[in-house]
């Protein structure tokens, strides 16, 4: 919902600050005063056109601030989600846009900078301008299948699941018959390429436990000198002894021969004695087993060498396709199955073909039910926005739901059909204003008029599905009056009871249905001209409508009429 609009250097406009309510917002005020001028300010934050035209006489720049209320807007969220743009956002957004006098466009979003392209998408989940506007997301054809189907409800929920698994089945197989049907020269050099890959892996030989010990076996490998000689004194220090030193195992036999003669004289020190000769058995135990690995050691540097280039091509094809050996494992296993896969490629492009054959039917049927739900809710469609158009004074108008469906009878195979998620069927309103003319497409309307009461009716039949929260409403009253009038009216006071609506008119009659009511006016001072509004409160209400049914004139008639009008305006509200 659009809360606050502010805008400097803008047209006629110095500088500007409007609150927007719920419900139902009007904008009256005398021809040029520059009602239409704060339309074009919201349609400019939306990211309508911008031009330096648009910036105040004398001015650098022009500043358009649009502040919505998200809270409740799930669409809103998601677009700023997939722009990154959701961080730190509460429940308001803020959106403005910039135009300096070189032409520089600036558009931002709650401050951060965006594309225009950005801010348009975020925008069009906003508000709706229906008016001369490009900003009306019901003139997009990209919309009406989505807005057809929401119209179904539940009815059409279970085939529009269906249609859609059916079509993720059938993309599939299209797929992979379109990978399959490469030029038959890059199919070859992505054969050759992964026999090459799968043979470079299997020459090494790899075992997803092996690195570890391989590592191991290298270390030691690479030490072993050092090992030798180090294990070599070891052993000659604990058995032989070096030089004029005894051994150590000599120094302790003594020591256990000594101590055993003294237990004959204290058997107290017998324990003792034994851990003695405990001690001297573990030593020459050691000292065997130390000798016989210093004997197992060879040194031998080629196979140090080969251990070295093991690693290294091991190391290598981690760069290449995997983290650790069984990752290259896993990597190999998988291309080697792709590698089938291409060798067999016209075997398996006929299988293909039976399995797109069945899986095209499955499609084409589940779309067919869905086409045909469509057209029955079409023709549901067409009476509603046609009994509204009547209401609206479009008494001429016809609204058709053009559904295109290709179908059996036309020639075309199932697996020819360009389908899509959403089935096989192109949606578009389209619309015909005068007797006798061809029905176009919504987009092709000309008239501002026409175009907000068109909108109008389908808004009022749309309402449960179509979830825009705010709605403008631009030159709604052309060419109308009278019980039109009166019926315009009440249509859009009554879609203001789900949507906030916020609209320009002339006529006393809409304008008498509004919750809120802004007065614009052209002011002159200093040989300067500018645009005010100014909220009114009751009595200046029943002024304005008094001056909208007579005219600059004022009289107690006008007044009393406009009084009336009010009473029954209420009373109106309250039954809708």
């Not at 280039?309 to 050996?325: C, E, H």
Request: proline content about 1%; aromatic content about 6%.
């Amino acid at each position: 919902m659009l809360r606050e609009l502010n805008i400097k250097n803008f047209a006629l406009i110095d500088s500007l600050s409007i609150t927007f309510d719920e419900g139902f917002n009007v904008l009256t005020g005398e021809t040029g005063a520059g009602k239409s001028i704060i339309i074009d300010a919201v349609n400019l934050a939306l990211g309508g056109r911008a031009n330096r035209d648009l910036i105040k006489k004398n001015e650098t720049n022009c500043i358009v601030e649009a502040l919505f209320d998200i809270k409740y807007n799930n669409k809103v969220s998601q677009a700023l989600d997939s722009f990154g743009l959701n961080e730190n956002i509460d429940e308001t957004l803020v959106l403005t846009r910039e135009i300096n006098a070189n032409d520089r466009n600036i558009c931002r979003i709650n401050g951060r900078p965006v594309t225009l392209s950005m801010l348009k998408e975020i925008s069009s989940y906003l508000i709706d301008i229906h008016g001369q506007h490009e900003h009306q997301s019901l003139l997009h054809s990209s919309n009406h299948i989505h807005l057809l189907d929401s119209l179904s409800g539940k009815q059409s929920e279970h085939i529009k699941k269906e249609v859609k698994q059916n079509y993720i089945e059938w993309k599939a197989i299209k797929d992979k018959i379109a990978d399959l049907k490469k030029d038959d020269s890059e199919l070859e050099k992505k054969i050759d390429f992964l026999i090459y890959q799968i043979e470079e892996i299997d020459r090494v030989n790899l075992q997803a436990d092996q690195e570890e010990e391989l590592m191991q076996q290298y270390k030691i490998m690479k030490n072993s000198q050092k090992m030798i000689e180090k294990l070599n004194k070891a052993y000659t220090i604990l058995y032989n002894g070096e030089g004029i030193k005894p051994a150590v195992i000599d120094i302790l036999s003594h020591i256990v021969t000594d101590i055993q003669e003294l237990v004959g004289i204290d058997d107290s020190l017998n324990m003792t004695y034994q851990d003695l000769n405990s001690i001297l058995l573990q030593i020459q135990d050691i000292a065997i087993d130390i000798r016989q690995y210093r004997d197992n050691l060879d040194f031998d540097p080629e196979q140090l060498n080969e251990a070295e280039q093991r690693i290294d091509t091991i190391n290598r094809l981690k760069r290449k396709y995997g983290n650790s050996i069984q990752d290259i494992i896993n990597y190999r296993n998988r291309i080697y199955e792709e590698l089938q896969f291409y060798k067999n490629a016209e075997l398996r492009l006929e299988q293909l073909n039976l399995q797109l054959e069945s899986s095209s039917k499955k499609l084409f049927d589940s779309c067919t039910k869905l086409s045909e739900r469509r057209k029955k809710t079409a023709q549901n469609l067409e009476k509603l926005v046609n009994d509204e158009l009547e209401d609206l004074g479009l008494q001429s108008a016809q609204f058709v739901v053009d559904i295109h469906s290709p179908t059996k009878d036309k020639g075309q195979s199932p697996s020819e059909i360009n389908f899509s998620m959403y089935g096989f069927d192109k949606v578009e309103f389209m619309i015909s204003t005068n007797i006798g003319q061809d029905v176009k497409p919504l987009a092709k309307i000309v008239s501002g008029g026409e175009v907000s009461r068109i909108m109008l009716a389908l808004k009022n039949v749309l309402a449960a599905v179509d979830d825009i929260p705010s709605l403008i409403f631009d030159e709604i009253d052309t060419g109308i009056s009278g019980r039109t009038g009166q019926m315009v009216a009440e249509k859009i006071a009554q879609i203001s009871r789900t949507r906030q609506v916020i609209c320009v008119t002339h006529l006393a009659s809409i304008a008498a249905m509004a919750d809120i009511h802004f007065f614009i006016q052209k002011k002159v001072e200093g040989g300067d001209t500018s645009t005010v509004v100014n909220r009114l409160d009751g009595k200046q209400t029943v002024s304005e409508i008094a001056r909208l049914l007579g005219g600059k004139n004022i009289t107690d008639i006008s007044l009393n009429h406009a009084q009336e009008m009010l009473k029954t305006a209420k009373k109106l509200k309250k039954a809708i």
